[in-house]
């Protein structure tokens, strides 16, 4: 989760939050030496007493401004669009959850064993024990195997909503009427945050989202206890 | 995730941005490529300026050099980097094989030794 007043990007705990935090910060390189030499050229042309009223063309220049800029897109381009298509490959999944949105919390569903589901509610302040995070915490959290593919269908009972986790790098709107498909996978286990991302009514803010990523045993372990 | 700072741990200090957006402390690559761009363009600069004792042009080069040198220790670094993690990655899950297989049928080694002892 993020840290108070933090601007940047969380820690990657998938691959692809990983090689988006890598774009990001090549993007901000070329941003930054842009940056740089456009105020550069804003003070040549403050401390300038040479003057041209006269001007018919310049066809140098022109090109300059013309083929580096292409260039430029294209340099941002590429890598974006190679995370892009990575982001859609679709492995063969080891489990499939179903994320609903509803106002104003998630409900999930673990279809691939019997019909194991929940309702995950956002904690009251009042009911936070101490080093827990307000608005943050929820009464059930969804519980994954880490190091696995996992496949999450998410979707919408009522208005639209947004499933996000930032640290796994994933956001994909749920649609009242549509699938949408988005791949899950944790390096580490852990616990990671998230909140709904698309507005929703008044208690849109307070819709969080935890995953629980744990060991394949232990992950076991907890599915045949919902059981009982 | 940060932790919430304890009594007697130094407070964390705000992390410096060159134009308030390049990160040069957290990104791998930055100092250097900012460090080696910086020192690319005094010596592109300074050494125009001995050659031909035009300050503003001077100048303008030592911008071109910044620019240029900073770009390509960008990349140069961030490739070599990419390949290490890549490394790390494979050697990681190399290790982790190890420990689950040593042993057992799965094992790799005792394939290798198995395909060694047939040639």
């Given at each position: 989760m993020a840290a108070p007043a933090q601007l940047g990007l969380q820690n990657a705990a998938s691959p692809i939050m990983e090689e988006l935090i890598a774009f990001h910060d090549h993007a901000l390189m070329i941003i930054f030496l842009i940056s740089s030499l456009v105020l550069y050229i804003i003070s040549l042309m403050l401390t300038t007493k040479l003057t041209h009223t006269s001007t018919m063309n310049a066809q140098e220049i022109e090109m300059i401004w013309t083929i580096l800029p292409a260039m430029i897109l294209i340099m941002i381009a590429l890598p974006s669009l190679r995370i892009l298509y990575m982001t859609d490959e679709f492995n063969k999944p080891y489990l499939t959850l179903k994320a609903i949105g509803h106002q104003w919390y998630w409900s999930y569903e673990y279809s691939d064993y019997e019909d194991l589901a929940f309702d995950s509610y956002i904690m009251p302040t009042y009911f936070l024990e101490p080093g827990e995070f307000r608005l943050l915490e929820v009464d059930n959290r969804t519980t994954l195997p880490m190091e696995a593919d996992i496949r999450v269908l998410i979707s919408s009972q009522d208005v639209l909503h947004s499933w996000a986790v930032p640290s796994l790098g994933v956001k994909t709107d749920a649609i009242p009427g549509r699938l949408n498909q988005a791949m899950v996978a944790s390096m580490r286990p852990g616990l990671y945050y998230g909140q709904c991302s698309e507005i929703c009514g008044s208690n849109h803010s307070f819709m969080p989202i935890v995953l629980e990523f744990i060991y394949f045993q232990d992950f076991e372990v907890w599915a045949s206890y919902l059981y009982i | 995730?940060?932790?919430?700072?304890?009594?007697?741990?130094?407070?964390?200090?705000?992390?410096?941005?060159?134009?308030?957006?390049?990160?040069?402390?957290?990104?791998?690559?930055?100092?250097?490529?900012?460090?080696?761009?910086?020192?690319?363009?005094?010596?592109?600069?300074?050494?125009?300026?001995?050659?031909?004792?035009?300050?503003?042009?001077?100048?303008?080069?030592?911008?071109?050099?910044?620019?240029?040198?900073?770009?390509?220790?960008?990349?140069?670094?961030?490739?070599?980097?990419?390949?290490?993690?890549?490394?790390?990655?494979i050697t990681r899950q190399g290790m982790k094989n190890k420990l689950l297989y040593e042993g057992t049928h799965l094992d790799p080694e005792r394939k290798q030794n198995n395909g060694n002892s047939s040639n």
């Amino acid at each position: 989760m993020a840290a108070p007043a933090q601007l940047g990007l969380q820690n990657a705990a998938s691959p692809i939050m990983e090689e988006l935090i890598a774009f990001h910060d090549h993007a901000l390189m070329i941003i930054f030496l842009i940056s740089s030499l456009v105020l550069y050229i804003i003070s040549l042309m403050l401390t300038t007493k040479l003057t041209h009223t006269s001007t018919m063309n310049a066809q140098e220049i022109e090109m300059i401004w013309t083929i580096l800029p292409a260039m430029i897109l294209i340099m941002i381009a590429l890598p974006s669009l190679r995370i892009l298509y990575m982001t859609d490959e679709f492995n063969k999944p080891y489990l499939t959850l179903k994320a609903i949105g509803h106002q104003w919390y998630w409900s999930y569903e673990y279809s691939d064993y019997e019909d194991l589901a929940f309702d995950s509610y956002i904690m009251p302040t009042y009911f936070l024990e101490p080093g827990e995070f307000r608005l943050l915490e929820v009464d059930n959290r969804t519980t994954l195997p880490m190091e696995a593919d996992i496949r999450v269908l998410i979707s919408s009972q009522d208005v639209l909503h947004s499933w996000a986790v930032p640290s796994l790098g994933v956001k994909t709107d749920a649609i009242p009427g549509r699938l949408n498909q988005a791949m899950v996978a944790s390096m580490r286990p852990g616990l990671y945050y998230g909140q709904c991302s698309e507005i929703c009514g008044s208690n849109h803010s307070f819709m969080p989202i935890v995953l629980e990523f744990i060991y394949f045993q232990d992950f076991e372990v907890w599915a045949s206890y919902l059981y009982i | 995730m940060a932790a919430v700072p304890e009594p007697d741990e130094p407070a964390k200090r705000k992390p410096f941005k060159l134009l308030g957006i390049l990160d040069v402390e957290n990104i791998p690559c930055a100092r250097d490529s900012i460090l080696y761009g910086s020192l690319g363009s005094v010596v592109a600069g300074f050494g125009h300026f001995l050659l031909t004792s035009r300050i503003r042009r001077s100048c303008d080069v030592g911008v071109g050099g910044f620019i240029l040198v900073t770009l390509g220790c960008w990349f140069h670094c961030r490739y070599n980097y990419a390949k290490q993690k890549i490394q790390q990655r494979i050697t990681r899950q190399g290790m982790k094989n190890k420990l689950l297989y040593e042993g057992t049928h799965l094992d790799p080694e005792r394939k290798q030794n198995n395909g060694n002892s047939s040639n």
